[in-house]
């Protein structure tokens, strides 16, 4: 189902990614993905006042999700058959939320203070592979109250 995640802060700087195949974070191709995905969100925002939700591919659909408190991005990398469900996209949305909050509440003080280096956020991998199970995608989430 969900293949790739990539974690954009507000600036549009790639800082984390997870690639589900076991390569997460080793390759920094994800740097100029992410980068070349929030050009194509402030394109859609400011040239045409929308929001993009997804960019579908022939094999791959890409879901963006923006923290409402912070305008981080997260871009969920799909196989294109999630696309076809209703229920899967709400478990998208649900997941997003969940990696959002856990990501938040880990990283406080190291975005809080970020300077560029982007190698405290490695480590989040760990908990990706925890949160995403599949017998917890179906769950509802709920962002925490005092995250951020």
């Not at 995640?5 to 992410?34: A, E």
């Not at 959002?100 to 990283?107: E, H, L, S």
């Amino acid at each position: 189902m969900i293949q790739e995640i990539i974690i954009l802060n507000d600036m549009g700087i790639p800082i984390f990614c997870h690639n589900f195949s076991g390569s997460s974070n080793k390759d920094n191709n994800y740097q100029l993905i992410g980068s070349y995905f929030d050009q194509i969100c402030r394109f859609a925002k400011y040239g045409f006042k929308e929001s993009l939700t997804t960019i579908k591919m022939k094999k791959s659909v890409f879901y963006f999700k923006t923290h409402p408190k912070t305008n981080f991005h997260l871009i969920l990398k799909c196989d294109s058959k999630v696309d076809n469900k209703k229920l899967k996209k709400k478990a998208i949305d649900n997941i997003a939320v969940k990696i959002f909050d856990n990501f938040f509440v880990k990283f406080k003080r190291e975005l809080m203070n970020f300077n560029g280096n982007i190698a405290p956020f490695k480590i989040f991998s760990k908990d990706i592979d925890e949160m995403i199970k599949p017998k917890g995608l179906l769950r509802n989430f709920v962002i925490s109250p005092g995250v951020f």
